[in-house]
């Protein structure tokens, strides 16, 4: 993975002062890069049935999008508020102040679907908690959560410790 | 595509009264169709040579993860303002009312790449041009422009003229 890791730009200072911001846009745009970080999610989860892949708002549709297709999944987008168009299940969750909101369609998930939660990146896991929650809501089944990057010591694994958890790569030491 | 069409549901009044939503939530979530969905572009892009899908944000993130997947194709995110952490080259374009900016980064586009430009809907026009315009600043070539869904009454077909235009399913009367 560590050919992965190198196609991930640090970018110091962002958004704010001592913050390295991964970059996964590098990532993206190498051809041989996107299809080997598909490929290693595809590979991970051949064998286990999933009905539906829950891509969280924005980066994670990117992977999302390409892990259902290949895996032949429904697609169900976990968006910010109020981006939905139809009627929603909402969650909010804890930022580092104050609080946010994610959302999914009330018909997007029906009982017993297995879901894979995929996000680009595990920091705190707040924004994959919350999708998880939704999917139980809505009588899913959390099969798993995704990730290319994981930040571990954000504390993310911990946060989501009742879920199955696989990422790609990660960045230590933030 | 009827079988497309008809998976795609129609909001009315939204996002405000007369207008007739067309949203490609129902048919991302259902198996069937969105692998349909991708593997006709898929065919139709099969033998045309492509390096970079670039997808319009946030929908076109979806559609276009799993087609740069599939293609073995580098994806590059068309973003809204200030959502890209790195140098961007940026355009304006005009709304009905006001202007927005699509920005992509400098670096995800090299001269001679041959680009694909995807979106979930054909409107105006107006941001899938702008995103053309980044591809060809950056001395990229745009290859086509690829569409779920076409709206024919409100003209990017006519806007988009100079480039290859593929939509999957038509609603016209708007």
Chains 1, 2 share one sequence.
Request: aromatic content about 8%; proline content about 4%.
């Amino acid at each position: 993975m560590n050919q992965l890791k190198s196609l991930i730009r640090t970018i110091p200072d962002f958004p704010k002062p001592g913050i390295e911001f991964r970059d996964i846009t590098t990532l993206l745009q190498d051809p041989w890069g996107f299809k080997r970080a598909i490929d290693e999610f595809v590979s991970h989860y051949r064998y286990s049935p999933i009905d539906k892949v829950v891509a969280i708002e924005s980066r994670g549709f990117v992977i999302g999008g390409a892990l259902a297709h290949h895996l032949s999944c429904g697609l169900v987008m976990a968006r910010k508020k109020g981006k939905l168009p139809w009627m929603v299940e909402r969650q909010e969750y804890q930022l580092e102040y104050g609080t946010d909101v994610i959302e999914i369609h009330k018909d997007a998930i029906v009982k017993d679907d297995r879901c894979l939660v995929v996000d680009d990146l595990l920091a705190t896991g707040g924004t994959c908690e919350a999708a998880c929650k939704l999917v139980e809501r809505l009588q899913g089944i959390v099969v798993g959560c995704a990730f290319v990057i994981e930040l571990p010591d954000l504390g993310g694994r911990a946060r989501l410790a009742k879920y199955d958890q696989h990422s790609l790569v990660s960045f230590s030491g933030h």
